[in-house]
T-cell receptor
Framework: DQQVKQNSPSLSVQEGRISILNCDYT??????FLWYKKYPAEGPTFLIS?????DKNEDGRFTVFLNKSAKHLSLHIVPSQPGDSAVYFC????????????FGKGTKLTVNP | NAGVMQNPRHLVRRRGQEARLRCSPM?????VYWYRQLPEEGLKFMVY????????ESGMPKERFSAEFPKEGPSILRIQQVVRGDSAAYFC????????????FGSGTQLSVL
């Protein structure tokens, strides 16, 4: 019972174009969403987050959009750079308790020069 | 300004042996989380600890697994009598407050059970 789903295992885009990574969730109690980036043999690093009271959050080249009615969020990277090539994990947490994160399986992004 | 330190990076054990994974949180962080990543899967929450306290262990297998975060020293994830299915990457993360904020992850320990 995957509560956070990333249905695309991989994505390939050309340098300079937009990368769009998608994430769906099933638990309506989730109120905070995060994107992590992971390089091989390293731990995940935080990229950007969004609270459920917002529908958009922007940080430089990275923008996260949240559609609560559809239980869907997406990460836009524009323009994409070869250094963005990594695995991107979507994660969510529910209020209260330990704030533990529920992760998706990840999407491997390859940005071609 | 060291980040979250995990050791060892790689650990090989034979079935039935014990595995001890260590995690030193970032300076000033008193909240530690352990996550496990099986091959081709996302990270799955195991346990959340503060100094000398287990706050949430709802993700821990009921047997063979234990975790501690003593007053002094690193957090330890201990797996007794390892089996092949325990082979995974184990990540530790720390935070300052434990609230709704980003976690800082270590580089992980890759456990291989022969």
């Amino acid at each position: 019972d995957q509560q956070v789903k990333q249905n695309s295992p991989s994505l390939s885009v050309q340098e300079g174009r937009i990368s769009i990574l998608n994430c769906d969730y099933t638990n309506s109690m989730f109120d905070y969403f995060l994107w992590y980036k992971k390089y091989p043999a390293e731990g995940p690093t935080f990229l950007i987050s969004i609270s459920s009271i917002k529908d958009k959050n922007e940080d430089g080249r990275f923008t996260v959009f949240l559609n609560k009615s559809a239980k869907h969020l997406s990460l836009h990277i524009v323009p994409s750079q070869p250094g963005d090539s990594a695995v991107y994990f979507c994660a969510a947490s529910a209020p209260g308790g330990s704030e533990k994160l529920v992760f998706g399986k990840g999407t491997k992004l390859t940005v071609n020069p | 300004n060291a980040g979250v330190m995990q050791n060892p990076r790689h650990l090989v054990r034979r079935r039935g042996q014990e595995a001890r994974l260590r995690c030193s949180p970032m300076k000033g962080h008193s909240h530690v989380y352990w996550y496990r990543q099986l091959p081709e899967e996302g990270l799955k929450f195991m346990v959340y600890l503060q100094k000398e306290n287990i706050i949430d262990e709802s993700g821990m297998p009921k047997e063979r697994f234990s975790a501690e975060f003593p007053k002094e020293g690193p957090s330890i994830l201990r797996i007794q009598q390892v089996v092949r299915g325990d082979s995974a990457a184990y990540f530790c993360a720390s935070s300052q407050t434990g609230g709704n904020e980003k976690l800082f992850f270590g580089s992980g320990t890759q456990l291989s059970v022969l």
